[in-house]
């Protein structure tokens, strides 16, 4: 009988509604303490929770528990939480502006390099991407610098007959060309994610820009977007679109990823933090990397680089020291020593041994050619972020719906509408 | 029963019984909405309150960038309840009609008509997502083999399509909705004056468009109402599609996604702005409320009631 | 126009119409049992050998169980609510004449105009201060209150079709006003709370909004909310998306098939007359 039904659930609800009144539900059992560990690398979560076996073994009594979310979301879900009081103990942050905001609003625990001695190992360059706009304590340990370069496939540059590295941007075209003539797909990238355009614009932009004279002529207000090789740069995102597969506009992130992961395209335009997802999908494939191309001839090569990412303590955490003993877990040279060889990230410490090729080979190029990634280091402290404009400006640049001129005035508006020295600025 | 008043013991059953509810509407409600309007009116620095500022909040609203964003998403509401009113309403009313006249299966068909409705917006969208992929989705694939080539478009990733798509898998969602409300109504038809026009000789169109359509006012005006509504308060479905951003390139963007942006911070950066926000959800309330209200009291005039 | 006339022409809608909803659907359950390195190779082909492996993942991942328990905890309790606080009102508001209750029924009509999305908010704010975020019992009440317009303003309704000599009879036999309600006219509005309770209950089980904002630990979220966190993590495994997606879908569709009258004059309550 329906009647009879619908209350019996509505009773059998309610007395679990009344058990999660009485019984305070969550975490601290009578010894052991419970650590929630947030992140937006979905990627990474069989390498986070293998490493914190190992860290439980050492420290009996404490448990953690890593949840990852939808990338996209992340910002939103942890202010939120934050704000409510709720979020997890440990926090993996994004660099700079991103989570700027939190951290002026004291949402995290101040670090000294008392309680986190890995600290003192690291460069101010590295340790700024963790330090709040307004307040400049220390409040994240960073753990990698990512870099952003041009990966490979040998295997299908040897068959496709390209012989060479390409150092030049023709040069490259020249190698999409053969590819393509050899029936592979020359780029991954497509352009369903505007983040990832971004990144792409930020690999081979710099060397049309003018690298990191720019970024410190823009942050001092000395130069603009509109800057002629700024737009040059914009404009090189938009020629690469006949390279990316077809429909490109709705290819998403991780198809574009799987595409190059299961050897269908030659090359991927982006950072070394993909290098993992890639051995994740396809164990067996060979990854070679070179920096993007210099513009011409004539100009000079960068590698965009920059603190990615850092792990935080909530300042609302019921247990500041296991929080602690596991932020300085994730300081030691083991745990960065298996960030290199497990996902291929470039720690941050310097005393990591790196053993990968790959991420060798990059490491190089950093130390040697290093720019700042524009973007991310120096606007996205206050809205509208430079990013902003440039995510959903580029996809739609790559289908011509706007054109390199109007889309540099348009970032030029945005950040000259907060950042002080570009104000009424065009 | 007494008019002038309650008794004694009325008194206090209707304290025990009507408070507890009202006071819930109000306190969880209520109370919210209007903390809504008086946020709107302060200065904001992420969740903690400022100064009054008075309608600052709502100049800034119409000021760079926030006045390009809110008159596109204002468009693209516009233009989906447009949409929605004609393929949605009108291919309910086709499938009510259709309903209404077989007979054979009819308790099945209109048990499949209506099972989109159940489901989440969240499953609908995420199905849809797969089935539209442009690589492995199926119906790319379909039209590839059949050699449609041009017409596999990556139907939710091109700034061209993505809103017609969301559209269209709006419409396979919710049709059912407006075929059995149109249904009922067409049931509830006094079957005689049919019967009597069909023996004076009128033609199924003539008594479709003179008998049934008139009667069938009531309906369209409660399923428009609900239908403006929904499209200027769409969110569900453009959140699980495109994201808060409204991907690609905002072809997706919504009065509500905006809105959640400003509430809660968005894809590359967790600043908010909840002053702008609020004075925005404000905005949105009028839209809504003033379309209701009038849309509700134009038609309810051109209501025939027999 | 002949076509218009023609009752193969609406038998051709209904069969168009049924394809239609029922091939995703029918995608969707094909797929889940489907391994996932099949889709590269054949993204549109039938399970022949149906593979069990996507569900095993889906529900022994840990976090399935508890979404289901989360939701069905969220949706129960507010319907409980919902049930006891609509009755109330509803009796109240049919039955008693008094100074201001028609004011009162305006107001809760109103309310059926203010989505909680707009509020939303003031409400985590509110709920924050309430030392109610990030828990179950505070979602209950939020969603109550959203449903509780429409269901006292239902209830209000079927309470107003029954006569008055019940009362007057019930009174006159010296019962007191609740056992009147308890006794006398509950089991007479039964169909009414049948329909409440649908009305509210399916898109409280549907929405992923609120527990979005509202509930932060990962062990308390919702079907619905999960499913998104789910998306996220299974990106690329087809097989198990699916399988997810279907085990969400499940409950309500075994329901919906079960009750579909129900379940159809429920849902279409607000906007059917009579």
């Known amino acids: 009988?329906?009647?009879?039904?619908?209350?019996?659930?509505?009773?059998?609800?309610?007395?679990?509604?009344?058990?999660?009144?009485?019984?305070?539900?969550?975490?601290?059992?009578?010894?052991?303490?419970?650590?929630?560990?947030?992140?937006?690398?979905?990627?990474?979560?069989?390498?986070?929770?293998?490493?914190?076996?190992?860290?439980?073994?050492?420290?009996?009594?404490?448990?953690?528990?890593?949840?990852?979310?939808?990338?996209?979301?992340?910002?939103?879900?942890?202010?939120?939480?934050?704000?409510?009081?709720?979020?997890?103990?440990?926090?993996?942050?994004?660099?700079?502006?991103?989570?700027?905001?939190?951290?002026?609003?004291?949402?995290f625990l101040p670090l000294t390099t008392t309680s986190v001695p890995a600290l003192k190992k690291l460069s101010p360059g590295i340790l700024a991407a963790a330090q709040g706009y307004k307040d400049k304590k220390q409040f994240g340990l960073p753990y990698a610098v990512s870099a952003l370069g041009v990966m490979y496939n040998p295997a299908i540059l040897s068959a496709s007959g390209v012989n060479a590295l390409p150092q030049t941007m023709s040069q490259m075209v020249a190698a999409f060309e053969k590819v393509k003539k050899a029936g592979y797909l020359p780029l991954g990238n497509a352009g369903g994610n505007g983040p990832a355009l971004e990144q792409l614009h930020a690999t081979i932009g710099p060397s049309y820009y003018g690298g990191t004279q720019f970024f410190n002529d823009v942050v001092a207000g000395k130069k603009t977007f509109t800057d002629k090789g700024?737009?040059?740069?914009?404009?090189?995102?938009?020629?690469?679109?006949?390279?990316?597969?077809?429909?490109?506009?709705?290819?998403?992130?991780?198809?574009?990823?799987?595409?190059?992961?299961?050897?269908?395209?030659?090359?991927?335009?982006?950072?070394?933090?993909?290098?993992?997802?890639?051995?994740?999908?396809?164990?067996?494939?060979?990854?070679?990397?070179?920096?993007?191309?210099?513009?011409?001839?004539?100009?000079?090569?960068?590698?965009?680089?920059?603190?990615?990412?850092?792990?935080?303590?909530?300042?609302?955490?019921?247990?500041?020291?296991a929080a602690l003993k596991f932020l300085n877990f994730l300081g030691t040279k083991e745990f960065g020593q298996a960030?290199?060889?497990?996902?291929?990230?470039?720690?941050?410490?310097?005393?990591?041994?790196?053993?990968?090729?790959?991420?060798?080979?990059?490491?190089?190029?950093?130390?040697?050619?290093?720019?700042?990634?524009?973007?991310?280091?120096?606007?996205?402290?206050?809205?509208?972020?430079?990013?902003?404009?440039?995510?959903?400006?580029?996809?739609?640049?790559?289908?011509?719906?706007?054109?390199?001129?109007?889309?540099?005035?348009?970032?030029?508006?945005?950040?000259?509408?907060?950042?002080?020295?570009?104000?009424?600025k065009s | 029963?007494?008019?002038?008043?309650?008794?004694?013991?009325?008194?206090?059953?209707?304290?025990?019984?009507?408070?507890?509810?009202?006071?819930?509407?109000?306190?969880?409600?209520?109370?919210?909405?209007?903390?809504?309007?008086?946020?709107?009116?302060?200065?904001?620095?992420?969740?903690?309150?400022?100064?009054?500022?008075?309608?600052?909040?709502?100049?800034?609203?119409?000021?760079?960038?926030?006045?390009d964003q809110f008159f596109m998403v204002l468009r693209h509401n516009t233009l989906v309840f447009?949409?929605?009113?004609?393929?949605?309403?009108?291919?309910?009313?086709?499938?009510?009609?259709?309903?209404?006249?077989?007979?054979?299966?009819?308790r099945a068909y209109r048990t499949i008509v209506f099972l989109p409705v159940i489901f989440s917006l969240v499953i609908v969208g995420y199905m849809w997502q797969t089935l539209l992929d442009?690589?492995?989705?199926?119906?790319?694939?379909?039209?590839?083999?059949?050699?449609?080539?041009?017409?596999?478009?990556?139907?939710?990733?091109?700034?061209?399509?993505?809103?017609?798509?969301?559209?269209?898998?709006?419409?396979?969602?919710?049709?059912g909705f407006p075929a059995i409300v149109f249904l009922a109504g067409l049931n509830a038809i006094n079957q005689e004056f049919i019967e009597a026009a069909r023996i004076d000789g009128a033609s199924e169109g003539q008594i479709f468009r003179k008998i049934l359509f008139p009667l069938l006012a009531p309906s369209l005006t409660i399923i428009t109402v609900l239908t403006f509504i929904g499209a200027f308060e769409w969110f569900d479905l453009p959140f699980v599609l495109g994201g808060s951003n409204g991907s690609p390139a905002g072809a997706t963007d919504t009065l509500a996604l905006m809105f959640y942006r400003l509430s809660f911070g968005s894809v590359d950066s967790g600043a908010n702005n909840v002053g702008v926000g609020s004075a925005l959800g404000v905005v949105i309330f009028t839209i809504v409320g003033l379309g209701a209200a009038l849309g509700s009291n134009l038609l309810r005039r051109r209501e025939v009631e027999m | 126009m002949k076509l218009l006339a023609n009752r193969t022409f609406y038998q051709s809608v209904l069969i168009i119409n049924a394809i239609l909803v029922l091939t995703p659907i029918f995608f969707l359950i094909n797929s889940s049992l489907r391994e996932t390195s099949e889709f590269s190779r054949s993204p549109f082909g039938l399970a022949r050998n149906p593979y069990w492996g996507n569900y095993t993942s889906v529900w022994s991942g840990g976090e399935f169980p508890s979404y289901l328990l989360n939701s069905l905890i969220i949706t129960g309790g507010s319907l409980f609510l919902i049930a006891i606080l609509s009755v109330g009102a509803g009796f109240v508001l049919a039955r008693y004449q008094f100074r201001g209750s028609k004011l009162v029924l305006a107001f809760v009509l109103t309310g059926m105009l203010i989505p909680a999305k707009l509020?939303?908010?003031?409400?985590?704010?509110?709920?924050?201060?309430?030392?109610?975020?990030?828990?179950?019992?505070?979602?209950?009440?939020?969603?109550?209150?959203?449903?509780?317009?429409?269901?006292?303003?239902?209830?209000?309704?079927?309470?107003?079709?029954?006569?008055?000599?019940?009362?007057?009879?019930?009174?006159?036999?010296?019962?007191?006003?609740?056992?009147?309600?308890?006794?006398?006219?509950?089991?007479?509005?039964?169909?009414?709370?049948?329909?409440?309770?649908?009305?509210?209950?399916?898109?409280?089980?549907?929405?992923?909004?609120?527990?979005?904002?509202?509930l932060q630990s990962p062990e308390k979220k919702t079907i619905m909310q999960g499913l998104t966190v789910f998306f996220g993590q299974y990106a690329s495994q087809w097989g198990v998306l699916f399988a997810g997606l279907t085990l969400a879908a499940l409950p309500l569709v075994i329901l919906y098939l079960i009750l579909s009258e129900q379940f159809i004059k429920g849902l279409t309550a607000g906007a059917v007359k009579g």
Do not use: C
């Open chain 1, 1 to 107: 009988m329906k009647i009879t039904y619908t209350w019996l659930r509505a009773l059998v609800a309610a007395l679990f509604a009344a058990t999660t009144v009485v019984l305070p539900g969550t975490t601290s059992a009578s010894a052991a303490t419970e650590l929630t560990f947030w992140s937006w690398r979905t990627e990474d979560k069989a390498f986070y929770e293998s490493q914190i076996k190992l860290f439980e073994a050492k420290n009996p009594g404490i448990t953690v528990k890593f949840t990852p979310y939808l990338n996209t979301e992340y910002n939103a879900i942890v202010s939120t939480a934050l704000t409510a009081g709720k979020g997890p103990d440990i926090v993996q942050l994004r660099p700079y502006g991103a989570m700027a905001n939190l951290m002026d609003a004291g949402s």
């Open chain 1, 230 to 321: 700024y737009v040059a740069s914009l404009k090189a995102v938009a020629d690469l679109a006949k390279y990316m597969p077809a429909n490109y506009q709705g290819i998403d992130y991780n198809t574009a990823r799987g595409l190059f992961a299961n050897e269908k395209a030659a090359f991927y335009i982006g950072g070394n933090y993909e290098m993992g997802y890639f051995r994740s999908l396809n164990p067996s494939i060979n990854i070679g990397w070179f920096p993007a191309p210099k513009a011409t001839a004539g100009s000079k090569r960068y590698v965009g680089t920059w603190g990615d990412g850092s792990y935080a303590i909530n300042s609302k955490t019921a247990d500041q020291a």
């Open chain 1, 339 to 424: 960030l290199v060889d497990e996902i291929a990230f470039i720690p941050t410490a310097p005393y990591v041994k790196i053993n990968d090729q790959a991420v060798k080979e990059i490491n190089r190029w950093v130390k040697t050619l290093g720019t700042p990634f524009l973007n991310v280091v120096g606007f996205r402290y206050e809205n509208p972020t430079s990013s902003s404009i440039l995510q959903p400006g580029f996809q739609k640049l790559i289908v011509g719906g706007t054109t390199p001129e109007q889309l540099a005035k348009d970032v030029q508006t945005a950040v000259a509408s907060w950042y002080g020295p570009q104000k009424g």
């Open chain 2, 1 to 67: 029963m007494s008019k002038s008043g309650l008794k004694r013991d009325q008194h206090r059953a209707a304290l025990f019984l009507l408070v507890p509810g009202i006071l819930t509407i109000v306190l969880f409600t209520t109370v919210p909405a209007l903390t809504t309007l008086s946020y709107s009116l302060f200065a904001w620095v992420g969740f903690q309150r400022g100064d009054f500022i008075g309608l600052d909040n709502f100049l800034r609203l119409f000021e760079y960038p926030f006045r």
């Open chain 2, 82 to 106: 447009i949409a929605v009113m004609i393929f949605q309403t009108g291919l309910g009313l086709l499938v009510a009609y259709a309903l209404f006249k077989v007979v054979r299966g009819r």
């Open chain 2, 134 to 175: 442009p690589f492995y989705g199926p119906i790319n694939q379909i039209l590839l083999k059949v050699g449609l080539t041009d017409w596999a478009l990556p139907w939710l990733g091109d700034t061209r399509t993505a809103l017609p798509t969301l559209v269209f898998i709006n419409l396979w969602r919710w049709v």
């Open chain 3, 119 to 214: 509020a939303i908010l003031p409400l985590f704010i509110q709920l924050k201060w309430m030392g109610l975020l990030d828990s179950r019992i505070g979602l209950i009440l939020v969603y109550t209150s959203a449903a509780l317009p429409a269901a006292i303003f239902i209830m209000s309704g079927f309470f107003r079709s029954l006569p008055l000599d019940l009362d007057s009879a019930a009174r006159i036999d010296g019962a007191s006003e609740l056992q009147l309600l308890r006794r006398v006219l509950i089991p007479l509005v039964k169909p009414g709370m049948a329909i409440v309770a649908i009305y509210s209950a399916i898109p409280i089980w549907n929405d992923f909004f609120l527990p979005l904002v509202f």
